[in-house]
């Protein structure tokens, strides 16, 4: 079945700095989401992006559509302790659908 | 506008039994997923709902159905619970139906259940 790949599967990192992480896949997507997961609670919906090259940003965070349809990244600027997290790409396939999630990139903020 | 919520918070079960999992979708949501989250992985698609009609429906067995009320609220049952079914158990709320362009999920805070 489709599947995404996610990396890093975790990072630890130094307040302040800037962190970057993608999801690739062997099939197309038409519809790149990436999410915030935090202990106990659901994924939080952070950027939606639809389109072939769409470069989309919410505050200190920017993600991009790749041009192969294939691949997304997300980069987070100046990173906070609040920023700690289970971030999550997903991917949508044709009129499916339905999301397919990868599984995590695990992020650690040292103050 | 109220969230999406979830009940119960956690719950545990024999192997063997039968679960409910309810879900009350965000206002003015009429389309209701339902995933699986197991430790340390991403949610799988289990199916959605989209007018009280099942509108898709990932790789898992009949003993996993649903329900969706007029209310757009919805339930998920388990039969014949099997030690793999602990997980965490998403529900998650669109104002679209699966087939639509534009395409953003709302998930609720889960339902942990632990099958012995």
């Known amino acids: 079945g489709q599947q995404l790949n996610q990396s890093p599967q975790s990072m630890f990192i130094q307040e302040g700095e800037d962190v970057s992480m993608n999801c690739t896949s062997s099939?197309?997507?038409?519809?790149w989401l990436w999410y915030k997961q935090e202990p106990g609670e659901g994924p939080v919906l952070l950027i939606a992006?639809?389109?072939?090259?769409e470069l989309t940003s919410n505050g200190r965070l920017t993600a991009q559509f790749g041009i192969t349809r294939k691949d997304s990244f997300l980069n987070i600027s100046a990173s906070i302790p609040s920023d700690v997290g289970i971030y999550f790409c997903?991917?949508?396939?044709?009129?499916?659908?339905?999301?397919?999630f990868g599984k995590g990139t695990k992020l650690s903020v040292k103050p | 506008e109220t969230g999406v919520t979830q009940s119960p918070t956690h719950l545990i079960k024999t192997r063997g039994q039968q679960v409910t999992l309810r879900c009350s979708s965000q206002?003015?949501?009429?389309?209701v997923s339902w995933y699986q989250q197991a430790l340390g992985q991403g949610p799988q698609f289990i199916f959605q709902?989209?007018?009280?009609?099942?509108?898709g429906r990932g790789n898992f067995p009949p003993r996993f159905s649903g329900l969706q009320f007029p209310n757009y609220s919805s339930e998920l049952n388990v039969n014949a619970l099997e030690l793999d079914d602990s997980a965490l158990y998403l529900c998650?709320?669109?104002?679209?139906?699966?087939?639509?362009?534009?395409?953003?999920?709302?998930f609720g805070p889960g339902t942990r259940l632990t099958v012995t």
């Open positions: 998650a709320s669109s104002p679209l139906p699966l087939a639509a362009s534009s395409y953003e999920q709302y």
């Open positions: 099939s197309i997507f038409n519809t």
């Open positions: 992006l639809y389109k072939a090259g």
């Open positions: 997903a991917g949508r396939v044709g009129s499916q659908g339905n999301l397919i």
């Open positions: 206002s003015g949501h009429n389309t």
């Open positions: 709902y989209y007018r009280e009609e099942e509108n």
